[in-house]
């Protein structure tokens, strides 16, 4: 699978920015579709994700209230509305897909993510 992630940018605390992934290739086994960041020296952490199958979704703590994942008319396509956008939201966006089906309790576990896209950059100033 690959995937091409676009949408990011510079944004003021408080303003929105709506990321889009597409994907191409062996789209039909993908049964999850994510959302991860890093920021400058920081490990990449999981933000959201999106299970095909069972049209459920799960996010950080730290972005509930303010992020929607969402899915276009086919696997081809997962966006991710971010709101109130904050300085710690600052990294570089990732989209990632899974052949796994989500496992509740541990829903960004890095490892069973199989394909990875480039990145967008996100930038919120204060």
């Known amino acids: 699978v690959q995937l091409v992630e676009s949408g990011g940018g510079l944004v003021q605390a408080g303003g929105s920015l709506r990321l889009s992934c597409a994907a191409s290739g062996s789209i039909f086994s993908i049964n999850t579709m994510g959302w991860f960041r890093q920021a400058p020296g920081k490990d990449r952490e999981g933000v959201s994700c999106l299970s095909i199958t069972e049209n459920s979704t799960y996010y950080a703590d730290s972005v509930k209230g303010r992020f929607t994942i969402s899915r276009g008319n086919t696997k081809t396509t997962v966006f991710l509305q971010m709101n109130d956008l904050k300085p710690e939201d600052t990294g570089v966006y990732y989209c990632?897909?899974?052949?796994?089906?989500?496992?509740?309790?541990?829903?960004?576990?890095?490892?069973?993510?199989?394909?990875w896209g480039q990145g967008t950059q996100v930038t919120v100033s204060s």
């Open positions: 990632a897909t899974s052949l796994t089906h989500i496992v509740p309790s541990h829903p960004f576990v890095p490892l069973i993510y199989d394909d």
